[in-house]
């Protein structure tokens, strides 16, 4: 059983910034594309972003371009979420997931697409 581990969430500020970290003991992220989704109350999960590991290309969300980066450890076997300037409105539940390694770009904000999930963690910004 294959377990994604979000962790790095929090309480912050309007304008502050977090990092989130996932982890899969005992899976290659390196080989997969991995992708970060967010579901506030009472909204459909939507996706953030995601890195490719085909290619290492990255894909963001328009409302994320410019303040959110998706990066990858492959020492560390660990996906990384940079979220700067954070807004209230990025207040969610943030998951990471996996899915085939040579997604297209039509296909990876679809949380359809994806085959393993982590428990989420919770980000909260005020304002």
């Known amino acids: 059983q294959v377990q994604f581990v979000e962790s790095g969430g929090g309480l912050v500020q309007s304008g502050g910034s977090l990092r989130l970290s996932c982890v899969a003991p005992?899976?290659?992220?390196?080989?997969?594309?991995i992708a970060w989704f967010r579901q506030a109350p009472g909204k459909a999960r939507e996706g953030v972003a995601a890195?490719?590991?085909?290619?290492?290309?990255?894909f963001y969300t328009d409302s994320v371009k410019g303040r959110f980066t998706i990066s990858r450890d492959n020492a560390k076997n660990t996906v990384y979420l940079q979220m700067n300037s954070l807004k209230p409105e990025d207040t969610a539940v943030y998951y990471c997931?996996?899915?085939?390694?040579?997604?297209?770009?039509?296909?990876?904000?679809?949380?359809?697409?994806?085959?393993?999930w982590g428990q989420g963690t919770q980000v909260t910004v005020s304002s």
């Open positions: 005992g899976f290659g992220l390196n080989y997969r594309t």
């Open positions: 997931a996996s899915g085939s390694p040579t997604m297209g770009a039509l296909f990876v904000y679809r949380p359809e697409n994806y085959s393993y």
């Open positions: 890195i490719r590991s085909r290619d290492g290309t990255s």
